[in-house]
């Protein structure tokens, strides 16, 4: 029994782990977050990324507009207080009768505009680095020498043009610092302004020109020199009036240029440039000018306001762009903010949304591969194997679904679809294969039925040979050997042995039909209560199951051992152990066995383990009865086999048919009368009759007469399948020596029957120089004698009351 356990196909491998399917979950989690987060990501870094470049950019708006109001308009003011009173020194210096208060006044206001300019400068900015300071710090640097050159003025000292020239050059810083506000962050705003700035230096050109016709003093004289600037300050002014300024000019700055350009005083403007122009004429040192430009003075008078009007309103409208610009840019960046704010919660929403959806169609689709995997396609395959039809409801149903999972889901449908069919015609094939396999061992059982009937016969008739019927008796026992391995062919072909039996047998009794089977018998020691007897349907199965444990066990103990038998009432039903003294077996050896007894083998398995299929055997039949057959260590160091017999195939003997009494053992005879052969045949073929119910009497003898031949029990309707062969029913009484014994009708073997005439006389004993038995030979037959008698014995005082 320890060694039957055939060397199976090497064990799954471990399932893959929770934690590594609960990874690849979290896996495509993660991947489908991160293909959301991305974008998610790229996208807010550009939305930052803009709306920071859009708040720098109305940041810089905004400090423009401010340096704007805070230094422009005073710039703008001192502007045109320095080429007023550039205009006046230049009259000064050329001899014009200038009232002296009007120059005081001339810089009365420059002074003022010097203090506002410089209040202005010196506030706080915001921005630390403020381009538009460097031009600021180099005008108020510039305008340090103011003084000194009004000084020299006054004195006379130096020339008229570097008096001049210095004012000029004031103001060209000053329009230098309007340059630099027309340089902002907006494209708009910069070439917005850039029209008004050049507006500022047109003014600036007329300026100029106005200080250069105020150099010509009474006499109306200028220099060559000068007079080349005066025609190059008309023809610049008129340049950019009429192509860089007016055609950029905004709407309203148009208009504005537009008055006047219509007024009186710039049509007066326009006379005298004319004039000019065309009526100067040279004059020794010089060129004297028309007297045209005595009016110049008083229309430049009414014509500054103006310009200055449409100079300021320029400036006004960029500043106020840029501060509209600022404000729009803002806004920009709220919609921007709140646009991607919305724009981000809408794909956090929608990858929500298809994560969830994903992973649910997934999970859906895993809980409904592993119900396929761990409880459809198990219960499929059970019943393939039983020959059941299958339900198409149970296999899984194409979703028809287009998208991925649908199609994931429709391919395992399909998968599973084929491997059904598949296993469809392998149980098919396996069932087919067992019918074969059945039908042969039917076939090859009949012969087997028929050997032992011709050893019967053999047995009858060579009887008075005791050399030659103990030779009979080995293969009488080879040949049961050989019957009991056909119907193990035909359990594992999925057939049931045929169980010949129609009264219950007694546990006793199962326990020695057993034992029969084996061909080491001789080493059994059975105990077992007789109170209890078991069904006749199950009687060949439950012998069969306990035969081949014994037959195991016999095999793998030492030869010189034991093998113990018993059996005993439990809760659960009838429990029967077999004990060896086998060699000790690995604990998960036990475990392998014991999975074997509960698991219908492949063939590929069994053809493997064709040499010893003895637990596969007692699997199927431990099944067939709904027993249950554990494995494991016996106290003794070997195996213990545990049969546990469910209670509905028990009886107990009060619950018996009372049907009168049963058959009576006839009295053993003398133990010089036994062979040694004779007790070998009376074991291999002990009477199995149960014990009857009623008590019976005490007198062995019959008050009938005996009958002259031995009547055989009633023969036994065979089954389906394997013919079976029990032992016929003990006759009622000895034949007599001249009597001839009378066969069975059917091939059953019936003790003592077989033996010939003279054999069944009392023969005399032999001459001592004859007997050439060995002492092994006697030893081995006076303890088959006392066993024998010890076994008759105690039957007969179960059978009486």
Do not use: C
């Not at 403020?130 to 600021?136: I, K, P, S, W």
């Amino acid at each position: 029994m320890t060694a039957t356990a055939p060397e199976g196909p090497p064990p799954e491998g471990p399932k893959e782990p929770a934690k590594r399917r609960r990874r690849s979950v979290i896996r495509l989690r993660t991947l489908l977050v991160w293909l959301a987060v991305v974008p998610t990501v790229a996208m807010g870094a550009q939305v930052v990324v803009t709306a920071d470049r859009l708040l720098q950019q109305s940041a810089h708006l905004r400090a423009d507009v401010a340096d704007g109001e805070r230094v422009g308009r005073p710039l703008y003011e001192l502007m045109a207080d320095l080429q007023a009173e550039r205009s006046t020194t230049a009259a000064r210096w050329a001899g014009s009768p200038v009232p002296k208060g009007e120059l005081s006044r001339r810089r009365a206001a420059t002074d003022r505009g010097v203090a506002a300019f410089r209040s202005a400068a010196d506030s706080a900015d915001a921005r630390a680095d403020d381009r538009v300071d460097g031009y600021v710090r180099a005008v108020e640097k510039q305008l340090e020498g103011l003084d000194a050159y009004r000084e020299r003025t006054d004195a006379r000292s130096g020339s008229a043009d570097r008096a001049t020239g210095y004012y000029s050059g004031v103001i060209e810083r000053m329009i230098s610092v309007f340059q630099e506000f027309s340089n902002m962050d907006d494209a708009t705003v910069t070439q917005q302004s850039r029209p008004v700035v050049a507006l500022v230096e047109a003014s600036e050109v007329l300026a100029r020109e106005d200080t250069l016709l105020a150099s010509a003093g009474p006499a109306g004289k200028l220099s060559a020199a000068r007079f080349a600037e005066l025609t190059t300050a008309v023809g610049a002014h008129r340049f950019l009036f009429g192509t860089t300024v007016v055609p950029y000019l905004p709407e309203n700055g148009r208009q504005g240029y537009a008055r006047i350009a219509a007024s009186d005083a710039w049509k007066t403007k326009a006379r005298i440039e004319d004039a000019v122009l065309a009526d100067h004429h040279d004059i020794p040192g010089g060129i004297a000018l028309p007297g045209a430009v005595h009016g110049w003075s008083a229309m430049y008078g009414k014509l500054v306001p103006q310009l200055s009007a449409l100079d300021a309103e320029q400036l006004r409208g960029v500043i106020e762009a840029a501060d509209t610009t600022a404000d729009e840019l803002e806004t920009q960046v709220f919609w921007l903010v709140a646009g991607s704010g919305a724009g981000l919660l809408l794909v956090v929403a929608v990858v929500v949304f298809t994560t969830r959806t994903v992973l649910r169609r997934m999970a859906s689709l895993h809980r409904r591969t592993v119900t396929v995997a761990q409880k459809t396609l198990p219960d499929i395959v059970e019943r393939l194997q039983r020959g059941q039809r299958i339900d198409p409801d149970a296999l899984p149903e194409r979703s028809g679904d287009r998208d991925e999972v649908g199609r994931i889901s429709d391919a395992f449908a399909r998968t599973v679809s084929v491997s059904v069919e598949g296993y469809r015609q392998l149980a098919d094939e396996r069932q087919g294969f067992g019918m074969f396999a059945a039908g042969i061992a039917s076939r090859t059982g009949n012969l087997v039925s028929r050997q032992l009937s011709l050893t019967e016969d053999l047995q009858d008739t060579f009887g008075h040979d005791e050399a030659l019927l103990a030779q009979l008796m080995k293969s009488d026992q080879l040949t049961v050997g050989m019957r009991r391995q056909i119907e193990n062919l035909l359990i594992l072909a999925g057939g049931e042995v045929p169980d010949p039996h129609a009264e219950p047998m007694r546990v006793a009794d199962v326990l020695r039909e057993a034992a029969a089977e084996v061909e080491d018998f001789r080493r059994i020691e059975r105990v077992a209560l007789d109170e209890v007897s078991v069904e006749p349907r199950v009687i060949s199965a439950i012998s069969h199951l306990l035969a081949e444990l014994l037959d195991n066990a016999t095999r793998f103990s030492p030869p010189a051992s034991r093998v113990s038998i018993r059996a005993e009432l439990v809760t659960d039903g009838l429990s029967v152990e077999i004990e060896d003294r086998g060699p000790r077996v690995a604990p998960e050896r036990y475990e392998e066995m014991n999975g074997r007894l509960h698991a219908a083998p492949p063939y590929a398995v069994l053809a493997e383990n064709a040499h010893r299929l003895g637990l596969f055997v007692v699997g199927h039949l431990a099944d067939q009865l709904g027993a249950r057959v554990t494995l494991r260590r016996s106290t003794y160091g070997g195996t213990a086999a545990i049969v546990i017999l469910p209670e509905e195939h028990l009886i107990r003997t009060e619950e018996r048919p009372k049907g009168g009494a049963g058959p009576r053992v006839p009295a053993p005879q003398r133990p010089a009368e036994r062979k040694p052969e004779l007790l070998l045949n009376a074991r291999a073929a002990a009477p199995a009759d149960p014990a009857p119910a009623d008590p019976v009497p005490a007198d062995p003898v019959p008050a009938d007469p005996v009958p002259a031949d031995p009547v055989p029990a009633d023969p036994v309707p065979a089954g389906a399948g394997l013919p079976r062969r029990r032992p016929a029913e003990a006759p009622a009484a000895p034949a007599t020596p001249g009597e001839k014994s009378a066969l069975p009708p059917l091939p059953e073997r019936v003790p003592q029957t077989h033996l010939a005439k003279q054999l069944r006389e009392q023969r005399a004993p032999e001459p001592a120089d004859e007997d050439t038995a060995t002492p092994e030979e006697v030893a081995d037959a006076w303890a088959d004698y006392e066993q024998g008698t010890e076994t008759v014995e105690t039957e007969l005082r179960q059978d009486q009351p």
